[in-house]
């Protein structure tokens, strides 16, 4: 029997535009590079996107999944020229080398900037369907994507993550598999129908367990369940890209172009009314301090330092919550991951069980808090490889370059020798440190944590300090975004999808 060669292929990069340093080839290579069949050694059985593609092709004998190329770097600045253009022939070369290809399954993140192009997903997915020009391709990409109409003119089939943590991503990778193979071998064809809209809402209140985006991604599951409807995704879009294509959207995948369109507009209109629902206030870092030492609830109370998230392009290595944490000096205290590849240096020097005078953090962006002198006892040293419990991104294998866990004072702190959100307790774990014992837990994350963190925790007080991932985005100087776009300037709105 002759079987159906699909592709896989995966290029995912969250790029803000305003954080120090470009993102460069050495990041993707160190991160997440994997070519043929080193694909299915890092992503099979994991819950990630390509984990669903895998297993859905899997399932079927007459499919046969063909690896590409794979590359993944932690959010950061923007990439380079060079970077993306090498990353893109790669791509390229890989598709060309493969043979013949019935169909082709792409994960991308969505919000990628790079120096002197645009919209670089729409730029790869052109010169792909340039190659390919008869193959479908179907797709996932983040909720928080900036996605504009040169890519949903190039396939209908994006499926964009409903959940925010993103604790789908394996299920959007199924369902793009599904309606890959439906096309390919049923002949199932489907329209979309997309629409943007003139918003960049700050993701702090996007969760998808409550609030707003909760009764956005309702109201398309309703509609998701209406005859010839097969997927309707949200993007919040990510606030921190100064590109054109900057923005919200939604698009609608259904039998005919005219339910696409209604579904899409039923839920635009809804996503415009709830906008305001979207800005939310949060305190200072001294003052989220003294509000979490005041909770008097049997579980640890969560310090999110979200301006410094890593996931959101933070350097991990502010200091502002840390200092403050260190000057109230209560027992029950974490702190982590502080990124800190020197002071971990140092503490490997010294060894476990010793003591050292450390210059904590306040080096990669300084211009958000100097470094912390203090000296610390040595509790414990690890080389900073764990498998995430999930559900977000689990059992994908973390490297995080190396970790210490000290203690300042009665605050024990956890350094990691690379910025990466404290999304999953084994960060913690794999060390010997509990995050359940503690009574306040300074975390450097945003929302993703939540997945994991929820069960173990009382309550979340989400602060603001000095860091690229800010909450207030009027501090950023943005410059391409289009001119109409709330909430900088009060628009008119008229939907015409
Ligand atoms: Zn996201």
């Known amino acids: 029997m002759k079987k159906l060669r699909i592709g896989v292929a995966f290029f995912y990069h969250e790029s ?12 993707f290579q160190e991160e997440g590079w994997f070519k043929g069949k080193e694909i299915f050694r890092a992503y099979s059985g994991t819950k990630t996107e390509v984990g669903g593609f895998l297993d859905t092709l899997d399932a079927r004998e ?4 063909v690896p590409l190329l794979c590359a993944a770097a932690v959010p950061s600045g923007m990439v380079e020229y060079e970077t993306y253009t090498h990353i893109e022939s790669e791509m390229i070369a890989s598709i060309m080398e493969a043979g013949r290809l019935d169909g082709l399954l792409l994960a991308l993140h969505g919000a990628m900037a790079v120096e002197g192009v645009d919209d670089p997903e729409a730029v790869l997915l052109k010169k792909i369907r340039t190659l390919l020009p008869h193959v479908p391709i179907a797709g996932t990409l983040d909720m928080h994507a900036n996605l504009s109409s040169d890519m949903t003119d190039l396939t209908p089939y994006h499926f964009g993550f409903k959940t925010y943590p993103h604790i789908d991503m394996y299920d959007q990778g199924v369902n793009a ?13 489907w329209e979309a129908a997309f629409i943007k809209i003139p918003m960049m809402p700050p993701s702090l209140n996007m969760r998808t367990s409550e609030g707003p985006m909760h009764e956005l991604i309702t ?13 309707i995704s949200i993007f919040g879009g990510f606030p921190y890209s100064d590109v054109s294509v900057a923005g919200a959207s939604i698009i609608a995948i259904a039998k005919t172009k005219k339910q696409a369109r209604e579904a899409v507009k039923a839920c635009a209109d809804r996503f415009w009314e709830l906008k305001e629902d979207f800005l939310v206030d949060i305190p200072k870092a001294a003052e989220g301090v003294k509000l979490a030492f005041s909770k008097s609830g049997r579980k640890p109370v969560v310090l999110a330092d979200i301006s410094d998230n890593p996931l959101s392009c933070g350097s991990g290595d502010t200091t502002e919550l ?42 990669h962006a300084p211009e958000f808090g100097s470094p912390i002198e ?18 977000f991104n689990q059992n994908l294998r973390v490297d995080v370059k190396g970790a210490a866990y000290i203690r300042v004072g009665h605050v024990d702190i956890l350094l990691i020798g690379r910025p990466m959100s404290a999304n999953d307790p084994e960060m913690f774990r794999h060390i010997g440190i509990e995050p359940a014992d503690y009574k306040v837990l300074g975390l450097k994350v945003k929302n993703h944590f939540r997945a994991a963190f929820d069960p173990l925790i009382e309550e979340v007080i989400y602060v603001d300090a000095p860091g690229v991932a800010s909450n ?12 109409e776009m709330w909430p900088f300037k009060k628009i008119e709105f008229p939907i015409t999808p």
């Not at 535009?17 to 080839?25: M, R």
């Not at 109201?219 to 997927?231: F, K």
């Not at 000296?375 to 559900?391: K, M, Q, R, T």
Request: aromatic share 6%.
């Open 16 to 27: 803000h535009s305003f954080a120090p340093g470009k993102t460069t080839l050495k990041n």
């Open 62 to 65: 007459d499919i046969e999944a």
């Open 177 to 189: 598999a599904r309606a890959l193979l439906g096309h390919v071998q049923e002949d199932r064809r």
């Open 219 to 231: 109201l398309a599951g309703e509609w998701e369940g209406r005859e010839g409807i097969l997927n």
């Open 322 to 363: 840390l200092r403050e944490l260190i000057r109230m000096n209560k027992p029950g205290t974490l702190f982590g991951g502080l990124t800190d590849p020197e002071s971990i240096e140092i503490c490997r020097q010294k060894g476990s069980g010793n003591r050292a005078v450390l210059q904590l953090g306040g080096k």
């Open 374 to 391: 203090a000296e610390a006892e040595i509790l414990n040293l690890s080389d900073g490889v764990f498998y995430n419990s999930g559900p």
């Open 472 to 483: 207030d985005l009027s501090i950023f100087p943005y410059r391409r975004i289009p001119e």
